[in-house]
């Protein structure tokens, strides 16, 4: 059994009506497993064994051959053999007829009805000592007269003390399909257990393989254990265009035989079908396929294709067919079929394009640009996995050495976006040496880059790389590398690499050239985007215009662009499209950025659950491809939801982790992000001593760090910090200096919180100030600001002893800060009432006095969770949802979790549907 347990996942059901066949009544003594091949019908015979075995019965086994299913009573032979020694208890007569059937006597055999009743009767004999359980596995093999003479004994053989399980294929008749005996139908897996299954057989394989070996299966567990023997051999393809994976030997004798006999043309039929993309029933209809199809009815009269009875639909029965169907055919069998499908299809791009590819042998340069069109197809539609395969074939076809080094240099650099930095570095190495190694440094670049965070070797081997092409002649080469450096130095940020940087880009980039235009709005914006980034929203507009679908690439850095400018309410629509259409087949290093600028999207919305989960995601698809970089990114993204949130034991940890494997890499970019967290933290405690310290890392006071996206992002955490530690003359330096750098006109964001500056550091006339910042167009783009911002204003109010104005105030920024979830703020707004005589308490009594945040947590801990599994749910640390329900249980009335269930029975029928 442990060598089977692993084919037993997700089949409990049937493993417990194995077992009720051990005790139920006599008329139900035997059972029937049916199932299509491959579906674990041996595994749970095997299991249903070890069960009889344990109750102590006698197990008696059998096992039907195809090639003895015309041998009279082959397959009784099998199950007389062991018991023939209680003989001796039967009548004489009994006892010949037994000896007969297994050819102990010579005469002639008897009739099947003499056989049944001397097989019970030697039955009930045997079970005098022990109970009988019989296992027969394939009696679909069984000869006709051994099982005529089994559908008689099992029928009745409970009377005596017999029982049995025997296994049948669903797709090959039987005289069993008739015995009135109960069946337990095998199905294929459901999808989660199919995976648990590839998991334990399948955990080398990429995630690629994985979905590839999954499609195949069909939930089938003898395709899932033999699959990812082969899969790594088959490279990717468009769905509909797949080739079907390699089959083991066993896998390929479930359908070969019956393959083999079909007659030539019927087999050729079934070859064009299986290359033609044909599916099961199950899969989606190709009506124009099905009418081309001939000579299909002997495979339908062997099983190998089925029809709907309800639609009318041809399909192959199972996947594993019609791999089987192309692994039979000779090579060139298939690539004549390929050759007859792709004349077939002239007008479709890229299913010609697959069938060519397979076709030819030689090189060819009108197939090789063929496959480079339809990759760039492939690559428009968010396929860049397949898109390397077809640059790398079309390269191994082309005439000339140039043009194979052109396209290997371009499959390693798609392979590179799509985080395959292992094949983009193959690829690099094999390209022709005439191209010299700038493709191998791309990979290499990008590889160090994204999986160890190495801004410092790959900034020095970019520029030195740079300087030795030529603007014109190596242009396509110049614009990757630009781009690489930029990304580099925004990660480094640090003025000396960006001068660096800005210095390359001034001598490579022409404006008046697309790529050159854009690499320019890159600089300004990712770098010192206080002094250059004026006018970027406009410029930004103009290069989305200028896009192209066939570089993905390019968009992703439009949208970077897009949340450093505070402008992703504009260009949202694009983003979701892009991360919808960049999948696992797609740019995966792209689908990893554009995840970050959903994130960041999120928390900037204020939907901080949503980037909480976006956050986990990310990490999950980074430790995937191993993107330390990334990793730590969407944990510092992460620890910013947190300390926002008053997860603060969280927001620390994922800080310090941030922060110290960025800063001995020289990672900038992150270690800035990492104090800015330290900075929101700081202000979540009421810690403002500790706050100004982390401000004041970031940026002097007065000052904007020159290439610090930090340095204006944290204008309104900077300036409350001073503010609340004293420092009155820096925050009013800070502010004045937003203004004199023009912070206003780069982002609504940065005009409102710039607004709010002068507000929070005004002498006089506060009020005017502050309603200015709140009327700022745009301002409820930015919720969690803009409640900050009516929090310090009504903070103002009540000092100036304008109680009921202070109010409106403090309670329109209670309820926002209460939405988002920023509990930190929301004390602070709810004491501030307090304090102007509000007659607010503890936000009332009640379900309806808990935020959104509380109500799920009682939920939650009302079903019987542990705070430790209540946080995993909701991305919380265990400390902040005891912090909460220590909220909770006065508001609700109630003093332990075990008066959870009943509080909120009686509460939540009350609370409006939409709370329920």
Known sequence: MAQNEHRLIGRQTELARLERVLRAPAHSSFAVLRGEAGTGKSALLQAAVSLADAAGFGVVGASGVEAESQLPFAGLHQLLLPLLPYGGRLPDTSRGILEQVTGLRAEAAPDVAQVAGAMLSLIAAAADDQPLFFAVDDAHWFDSESARVCTFVMRRAGAVGGRGVITVRADVPSVFDAAGLQEIEVGPLDGPDAAALLERTGGHLDPVARERVLHWAQGNPLALIELPKTAGRVPAAPAEQASPLPLTRRLENLYGYRISELTPSAQEALLLAALDGLASVAGPRRPALERRLGDVDEAIGRGLLVVDPLTGQLGFRHPLVRSAVVQLATPNRRRAAHSQL???????QERRAHHLAEATVDPDEKVAAVLERAAEAATRRGASSVAVVWLERAAQLSERPDQRSRRLAEAAFVAGQSAQLERAHQLSEIADAGAGDTGRIIAECYAALYRDGDVRTTHRKVVATLERLNPVQDKPAVERLINLLLVISLFAADTAVWTVTESCVDRFCDPADPAGSAALLYRDTWGDVVRRGPGGVERLRQEFVRATADRPWDAMRLLVTAYYLDALDEFRSPLTRLVAREGEAGAAGNAMTLLQVVMLDQMGS???ADAAQTGRHGLELTARHGYALFAHQFRGFLAMVAACRG??????????????????????????????VGLMAALARSDHEAAYRFATTITAPGEFTPHSQQAPRTLLDFVDAALRSGHLDEARRHAQAAVAAGLPALSPRLALVTAAAQAMTAQKQASSLYERALATPGAALFPFETARIRLAYGERLRRDHETRAAR????EALRVLTDLGALPWADRARAELA???????????????????????????????????IGAKLFLSPR?????LYRIFPKLGITSRAALRDALDTAIPTAPPDER
């Open 647 to 676: 997860d603060l034991d969280a927001a620390d940890a994922d800080r310090r982790a941030v922060e110290a494997w960025a800063r001995s890499r020289g990672v900038g970019h992150l270690t800035q992000y990492a104090d800015a």
């Open 808 to 811: 409106e105030q403090l309670e």
């Open 342 to 348: 792709a004349e077939l299809y002239r007008d479709d």
């Open 835 to 869: 304090a102007a005589g509000a007659a607010f308490g503890a936000r009332g009594t009640g379900w309806q006095s808990l935020t959104v945040q509380e109500r799920q947590i009682a939920q939650l801990a009302a079903t019987g969770l542990t705070n430790k599994e």
């Open 606 to 608: 204020g939907r901080w």
């Open 880 to 884: 902040t949802v005891s912090s909460h």
